[in-house]
């Protein structure tokens, strides 16, 4: 089973070859009470360290599928389960330093039920997490 | 005298279920208030909705089975405003609810309780909610299904989404329709802990909703031959019994008045500390279930165990 956190220890890594890393991840966990279509997530926002990652510069990977944020915008039918979770591929060249980072998330979820200047609603997270390889 | 039912939406356990608690956990901690019935989440109980596969279907049934629990009713989401720009059809609506009407059917639902997306902070849902449940309304019939929207604050009970909801009952004729009472209107002191997806933004625009709409509960009965299911929501029942939020003490003695003898199924939504919502729960039947018996002593009527 997954953490409690939103954002899960495992899964924050390098991405790229070793030496010339291209970017990093992020494992997050499906954090609303029901499962979600894909285009009822407006993006996932970062912030590591202070800076800030916006959602539209990053990928989703959902299983072995990978989205952009526009394609996510109009996935219908694939949805986010409970109990699941999202990997955010955010570009950044040479990766993060190896050591303890400071992870921040917020997820723009729209719920169509909630009225509408709640949407989205933006539900966030915070926590520590490690890089291990350079 | 007529009697409660008593069951537990699996919304409760919001948060536990996928990492403290798996669906037999649920359901033992289900059958362990008493209660008879169940109620799920299609989306969210089910691992590949809106398909369960065979071995999902069959530890489904092993556990009806053996904690000895009926289905109630399946909460879906028709999911009007599908992407930022486009909303769903009517027919996309109708498509959904026929859907979920089946999937309801084969897990052994007797209730579908569809929440339609919204165009406005009253909670006025989106208009093609009429056709697209018009069009299932035989299929309901056909499945034996009662197709439920809810309630829910802050819409209250004398408004135009309720009278809208009667009024296609009415003209339709149909018993396939009903309302189903969120206890949550009847809210009447502030909470400081929501367990339904608090955002900074909600906290600081949402504060009728938050504070309470303190719905009467006379006005229960200008409804009540409608409602066939209520959703016993609730967010905190301290050591002493005592509902921080949700007057039961009045709820009670009304609804029994009143003859209702369908079930109270509880929606704890309150702090999502893990494993709080077993204790929640428990403590709300303990409650419930003493102010039953009081009404019923003082009425003359059975003492239920």
Request: proline residues 6%; negative net charge.
């Given at each position: 089973m997954l953490e409690r956190s939103h954002i899960q220890s495992t899964g924050f890594h390098n991405i790229g070859p070793v030496g010339a890393r291209t970017g990093f991840e992020v494992r997050i966990r499906q954090p609303n009470y029901r499962s979600s279509r894909l285009s009822l997530i407006e993006g996932v926002d970062l912030v590591i360290d202070g800076v800030e990652y916006p959602a539209e510069q990053s990928r989703i990977r959902v299983g072995d599928r990978e989205y952009s944020h526009a394609e996510m915008a109009e996935e219908t039918v694939a949805r986010l389960y409970v109990g699941s979770y999202f990997t955010v591929i955010v570009p950044k060249a040479g990766g993060l330093a190896p050591g303890v980072h400071h992870v921040a998330s917020s997820i723009r979820f729209r719920h169509p039920y909630f009225p509408p200047e709640f949407q989205p609603v933006f539900v966030r997270d915070a926590r520590h997490a490690t890089i291990i390889l350079p | 005298m007529s009697a409660f039912k008593y069951g537990v939406s699996l919304y409760s356990y919001t948060e536990d279920l996928g990492t403290v608690m798996s669906l037999e956990d649920a359901f033992d901690h289900v059958a362990g208030t008493g209660s008879t019935g169940i109620e799920i989440l299609g989306e969210t109980s089910i691992p590949t909705y809106p398909e369960p596969t065979t071995a999902w279907l069959d530890n489904w049934f092993a556990l009806l089975d053996r904690y000895q629990l009926e289905p109630t009713n399946m909460a879906a989401w028709v999911d009007t405003r599908i992407t930022i720009g486009r909303n769903m059809s009517a027919e996309e609506g109708a498509a959904q609810i026929a859907q979920d009407l089946r999937l309801a059917h084969r897990l052994g639902f007797k209730f579908l309780r569809p929440k339609f997306g919204v165009i406005d902070g009253e909670l006025t849902p989106d208009p093609i909610w009429q056709p697209a449940v018009e069009r299932n309304l035989d299929l309901a019939h056909q499945l034996g299904i009662v197709i439920l929207p809810e309630i829910h604050s802050p819409t209250p009970i004398k408004h135009p989404v309720t009278d809208a909801y009667i009024a296609f009952i009415e003209r339709t004729g149909t018993k396939n329709f009903g309302l189903m009472i969120d206890?949550?209107?009847?809210?009447?002191r502030p909470l400081n802990k929501w367990g339904g997806g608090e955002t900074d933004e909600i906290r600081k625009k949402a504060l009728s909703f938050l504070n309470g709409i303190k719905v009467p509960v006379e006005h229960l009965a200008d409804v009540i031959q409608y409602v066939p299911f209520i959703q016993a929501k609730f967010h905190h029942i301290d050591e002493n019994l005592h509902d921080h939020h949700i007057p039961w003490d009045r709820i009670v003695p009304m609804l029994k008045k009143l003859g209702y003898a369908g079930y109270l199924s509880s929606e704890y939504e309150g702090?999502?500390?893990?494993?709080v919502s077993i204790e929640q729960v428990r403590r709300q039947h303990a409650l419930i279930r003493k102010l039953e018996a009081e009404y019923d002593a003082a009425h003359g009527g059975n003492v239920h165990a």
């Amino acid at each position: 089973m997954l953490e409690r956190s939103h954002i899960q220890s495992t899964g924050f890594h390098n991405i790229g070859p070793v030496g010339a890393r291209t970017g990093f991840e992020v494992r997050i966990r499906q954090p609303n009470y029901r499962s979600s279509r894909l285009s009822l997530i407006e993006g996932v926002d970062l912030v590591i360290d202070g800076v800030e990652y916006p959602a539209e510069q990053s990928r989703i990977r959902v299983g072995d599928r990978e989205y952009s944020h526009a394609e996510m915008a109009e996935e219908t039918v694939a949805r986010l389960y409970v109990g699941s979770y999202f990997t955010v591929i955010v570009p950044k060249a040479g990766g993060l330093a190896p050591g303890v980072h400071h992870v921040a998330s917020s997820i723009r979820f729209r719920h169509p039920y909630f009225p509408p200047e709640f949407q989205p609603v933006f539900v966030r997270d915070a926590r520590h997490a490690t890089i291990i390889l350079p | 005298m007529s009697a409660f039912k008593y069951g537990v939406s699996l919304y409760s356990y919001t948060e536990d279920l996928g990492t403290v608690m798996s669906l037999e956990d649920a359901f033992d901690h289900v059958a362990g208030t008493g209660s008879t019935g169940i109620e799920i989440l299609g989306e969210t109980s089910i691992p590949t909705y809106p398909e369960p596969t065979t071995a999902w279907l069959d530890n489904w049934f092993a556990l009806l089975d053996r904690y000895q629990l009926e289905p109630t009713n399946m909460a879906a989401w028709v999911d009007t405003r599908i992407t930022i720009g486009r909303n769903m059809s009517a027919e996309e609506g109708a498509a959904q609810i026929a859907q979920d009407l089946r999937l309801a059917h084969r897990l052994g639902f007797k209730f579908l309780r569809p929440k339609f997306g919204v165009i406005d902070g009253e909670l006025t849902p989106d208009p093609i909610w009429q056709p697209a449940v018009e069009r299932n309304l035989d299929l309901a019939h056909q499945l034996g299904i009662v197709i439920l929207p809810e309630i829910h604050s802050p819409t209250p009970i004398k408004h135009p989404v309720t009278d809208a909801y009667i009024a296609f009952i009415e003209r339709t004729g149909t018993k396939n329709f009903g309302l189903m009472i969120d206890t949550g209107i009847f809210q009447d002191r502030p909470l400081n802990k929501w367990g339904g997806g608090e955002t900074d933004e909600i906290r600081k625009k949402a504060l009728s909703f938050l504070n309470g709409i303190k719905v009467p509960v006379e006005h229960l009965a200008d409804v009540i031959q409608y409602v066939p299911f209520i959703q016993a929501k609730f967010h905190h029942i301290d050591e002493n019994l005592h509902d921080h939020h949700i007057p039961w003490d009045r709820i009670v003695p009304m609804l029994k008045k009143l003859g209702y003898a369908g079930y109270l199924s509880s929606e704890y939504e309150g702090a999502r500390d893990p494993w709080v919502s077993i204790e929640q729960v428990r403590r709300q039947h303990a409650l419930i279930r003493k102010l039953e018996a009081e009404y019923d002593a003082a009425h003359g009527g059975n003492v239920h165990a």
